[in-house]
């Protein structure tokens, strides 16, 4: 079975700049999370899809993050402009809804640095 | 405000030994509690989860416990291996069995496992 896909692995930009990342998560997999994790952190969670509806979306920010899943499947999570304090890695998780123990698979994440 | 706090933050052992990590919280309501081994650059990997019934579950030479009275739980690491050498993560799932549940990470102990 394939794990959640991400790229890209890695991306250096300026502040500002703009930047998205994708995401595939497992197939049949309904749920999809972007977490942030901050070096010598855990993993906060941006968002969380259901389909391509969103579940949770509190610890976004709105004013500069936006993610959308068209279709239910892929996803993307976008930030304009970036600030430094993004530097982060990004990562997309997914899982099969219906019980409060389901799994959640984890991509290998995508390492942004903003300069 | 619910949180969840591991101890110690980082750790060194020699290889062959045993180790233990702990985590308390103080989620509410809860629902689970999971630990998650996390090696560098990838994502993380779930290696147990423990309902509000369960006080023990093992995988392999991983073994946790859930003492949902003091809200404490630990990971019990037998006979180390270099491979054990990563970042492990413990999550409380905050919210009701069968309905949606926000997940509240910790900051990890880092454990480096040395020939």
């Known amino acids: 079975e394939a794990g959640v896909a991400q790229s890209p692995r890695y991306k250096i930009i300026e502040k500002r700049q703009s930047v998205a990342f994708w995401c595939n998560p497992i197939s049949g997999h309904a749920t999809l999370y972007w977490y942030q994790q901050i070096l010598g952190q855990g993993p906060k969670l941006l968002i969380q899809f259901q389909n391509n509806g969103v579940v949770d979306d509190s610890q976004l920010p709105k004013d500069r993050f936006s993610a959308e899943r068209l279709k239910g499947v892929d996803s993307t999570l976008k930030i304009q402009p970036a600030k430094l304090e993004d530097s982060a890695v990004y990562l997309c998780a997914s899982a099969t809804p219906g019980t409060s123990t389901d799994t959640q698979y984890f991509g290998p994440g995508t390492r942004l640095t903003v300069l | 405000k619910n949180q969840v706090e591991q101890s110690p933050q980082s750790l060194i052992i020699l290889e062959g030994k045993n180790c233990t990590l702990q985590?308390?919280?103080?989620?509410?309501?809860?629902?689970?509690l999971r630990w998650y081994k996390q090696d560098t650059g990838r994502g993380p990997v779930s290696l147990t989860i423990?309902?509000?019934?369960?006080n023990t579950k093992s995988n392999g030479r991983y073994t946790a416990t859930l003492d949902a009275d003091t809200k404490q739980s630990s990971l019990h690491i037998t006979a180390s291996q270099l491979s054990d050498s990563a970042s492990y993560i413990c999550v409380v799932s905050e919210g009701f069995s069968g309905g949606y549940n926000k997940l509240i990470f910790g900051a990890g102990t880092r454990l480096a496992v040395h020939p």
């Open positions: 985590c308390n919280y103080t989620v509410s309501p809860f629902s689970n």
């Open positions: 423990m309902t509000f019934s369960e």
